[in-house]
């Protein structure tokens, strides 16, 4: 994993609009779930993801046949389920889409996965293939006319408070000085920062599910803005990647958020 700097530019020099964030012409809706505890995705941001579970190895084969895509869940308490095989899920989901693919030894796989597009799960589908799959609506951003002026202000107010608590050695001042001066929206920078920051993954999920842009960029400053937050930058030699055998959810306030394994 690149060291926090790095991983931070990576995010916000992405173009939103850029043929990656796009869906399919023929997206019908349906996608295929990958559940994991204590990951929220959101659209513009980029997530890392060990895979060698034989059941997503096989959604990960489909995906990279067909459209490079996978929809993140994220897992909720499960510990009263009467059915483990099916545990709860979030309705608010992320859709993402494979960047990057690398086959390793034992029939295991690292992906870079970037956040396409906020979705409400209608139902989950039957199906005969060992993971879960869903019909979803998509949750469109929401921009309201009025606030048009006002946005730029906005912005500035949200960068603002997340250069707070940016830890000195994680070298992205710069990066939010170009923002700052940039085109990027209010949209893609809110959906990075609340992805990158450790809230709670209740507060992420109010967060994902917000479609007003202006309300949801509020939001997030003033989870910010509490102070509970303060971010430890992690050097590379930290940051190896743990391939143990099951899903582990990012360390709070580790800065960047670390490789997911499932």
Same mark, same amino acid.
């Given at each position: 994993?690149?060291?926090?700097?790095?991983? &931070?530019?990576?995010?916000?020099?992405?173009? *939103?609009?850029?043929?990656?964030?796009?869906? *399919?012409?023929?997206?019908?809706?349906?996608?295929?779930?990958?559940?994991? /505890?204590?990951?929220?995705?959101?659209?513009?941001?980029?997530?890392?993801?060990?895979?060698?579970?034989?059941?997503?190895?096989?959604?990960?084969?489909?995906?990279?046949?067909?459209?490079?895509?996978?929809? +993140?869940?994220?897992?909720?308490?499960?510990?009263?389920?009467?059915? *483990?095989?099916?545990?709860?899920?979030?309705?608010?989901?992320? #859709?993402?889409?494979?960047?990057?693919?690398?086959?390793?030894?034992?029939?295991?796989?690292?992906?870079? &996965?970037?956040?396409?597009?906020?979705? @409400?799960?209608?139902?989950?589908?039957?199906?005969?293939?060992?993971?879960?799959?869903?019909?979803?609506? !998509?949750?469109?951003?929401?921009?309201?006319?009025? $606030?048009?002026?006002?946005?730029? @202000?906005?912005?500035?107010?949200?960068?603002?408070?997340?250069?707070?608590?940016? /830890?000195? @050695?994680?070298?992205?001042?710069?990066?939010?000085?170009? !923002? +700052?001066?940039?085109?990027?929206?209010?949209?893609?920078?809110?959906?990075?920062? $609340?992805?990158?920051?450790?809230?709670?993954?209740?507060?992420?999920? @109010?967060?994902? %599910?917000?479609?007003?842009?202006?309300?949801?960029?509020?939001?997030? #400053?003033?989870? #910010?803005?509490?102070?509970? #937050?303060? !971010?430890?930058?992690?050097?590379?030699?930290?940051?190896?990647?743990?391939?143990? %055998?099951?899903a582990q959810p990012p360390e709070r306030n580790q800065f960047p958020p670390p490789f997911s394994v499932n």
């Amino acid at each position: 994993m690149p060291p926090a700097d790095g991983a &931070l530019r990576k995010a916000f020099d992405m173009d *939103p609009f850029s043929d990656v964030t796009q869906l *399919p012409d023929d997206f019908d809706g349906q996608v295929r779930l990958f559940p994991l /505890p204590g990951l929220v995705m959101f659209p513009h941001a980029m997530q890392p993801l060990h895979i060698f579970e034989p059941r997503y190895v096989e959604m990960l084969r489909e995906s990279l046949a067909t459209d490079q895509l996978l929809t +993140m869940a994220t897992l909720l308490d499960s510990a009263s389920v009467a059915d *483990p095989a099916s545990p709860p899920i979030a309705r608010t989901v992320c #859709i993402g889409k494979i960047v990057s693919h690398a086959e390793l030894a034992g029939d295991r796989h690292n992906i870079l &996965l970037v956040g396409v597009r906020r979705a @409400k799960i209608r139902r989950e589908l039957e199906t005969t293939r060992p993971f879960r799959s869903a019909q979803v609506d !998509l949750i469109d951003d929401f921009y309201l006319p009025a $606030a048009t002026d006002q946005r730029n @202000k906005l912005k500035r107010r949200l960068l603002t408070s997340f250069g707070k608590i940016i /830890p000195p @050695k994680a070298g992205s001042q710069q990066s939010l000085h170009d !923002l +700052m001066a940039g085109q990027m929206g209010v949209g893609p920078i809110t959906d990075i920062i $609340a992805y990158t920051l450790p809230f709670e993954p209740e507060d992420k999920l @109010k967060l994902l %599910e917000m479609s007003d842009v202006d309300a949801r960029a509020e939001h997030l #400053i003033k989870l #910010i803005d509490r102070g509970e #937050i303060e !971010l430890q930058s992690v050097s590379p030699s930290e940051k190896d990647v743990d391939l143990q %055998e099951h899903a582990q959810p990012p360390e709070r306030n580790q800065f960047p958020p670390p490789f997911s394994v499932n």
